[in-house]
């Protein structure tokens, strides 16, 4: 059984930057891709960004939901079972809870049935 702890989240001032972090353990990690989303109040939750098993250096190039490219980056580090989200130029509308789930295969989409394992996620919250 994968556990996925996510952390990193808070509150932050619009144009401010956070990065999040998700740690999982009892897999094995280096070959599950991994998936960040999020939902925010009253929302459905959404897709924001993916990386496959080898974080894009063999086929798989990391993938962004339109709202976040060029303001999200997701990289991962085998070595510490460890995924991350560097976030800048936040908006407002960033504000959410933000998972990282893991889908035991070595390439993903942005569809969340295919991730067979979530954290409990972590807030953040974006003020004008």
């Known amino acids: 059984q994968v556990q996925l702890v996510e952390s990193g989240g808070g509150a932050v001032q619009a144009g401010g930057s956070l990065r999040l972090s998700c740690a999982a353990s009892g897999g094995t990690f280096s070959v599950y891709a991994m998936g960040w989303f999020r939902q925010g109040p009253g929302k459905e939750r959404e897709f924001v960004a993916l990386?496959?098993?080898?974080?894009?250096?063999?086929?798989?190039?990391?993938y962004y939901a339109d709202s976040v490219k060029g303001r999200f980056t997701i990289s991962r580090d085998n070595g510490k079972n460890t995924v991350y989200l560097q976030m800048n130029s936040l908006t407002p509308e960033d504000t959410a809870v933000y998972y990282c789930?893991?889908?035991?295969?070595?390439?993903?989409?942005?569809?969340?049935?295919?991730?067979?394992?979530w954290g409990q996620g972590t807030q953040v919250t974006v003020s004008s």
């Open positions: 789930p893991a889908n035991p295969a070595e390439y993903t989409s942005m569809y969340d049935p295919e991730y067979d394992y």
């Open positions: 990386i496959s098993w080898s974080g894009g250096r063999i086929g798989g190039s990391p």
